[in-house]
């Protein structure tokens, strides 16, 4: 898809109503899993919002609107 890590992407997301937006999302990681046997390749993304604000380690309430994560 040409995509990478740090890339702005805008998603559109359609409910059960059919109803729609757009958001705008950080692209935070990238994965791909290939499987021979079943010629099957899965490609995921991992996405943060676009418009959240970054938070200082020691400043931010750990778990109150935020994760942290290693991979």
């Known amino acids: 898809m040409g995509l990478e890590f740090g890339d702005r ?3 559109k997301i359609v ?3 059919t109803s729609s937006y757009t958001d705008e999302l ?3 990681s ?3 899993s290939v499987n021979a046997s079943s ?3 899965d490609l995921t993304y991992t996405l943060s919002p676009a418009s959240s604000s970054g938070w200082v380690l020691g400043l931010a ?3 109150i609107g ?3 994560a290693y991979s």
């Open 9 to 11: 992407i805008s998603v």
């Open 15 to 17: 409910n059960p109503d």
């Open 26 to 28: 950080w692209i935070e």
């Open 30 to 32: 990238v994965s791909h």
């Open 39 to 41: 010629q099957q390749w």
């Open 61 to 63: 309430q750990l778990g």
């Open 66 to 68: 935020t994760r942290f």
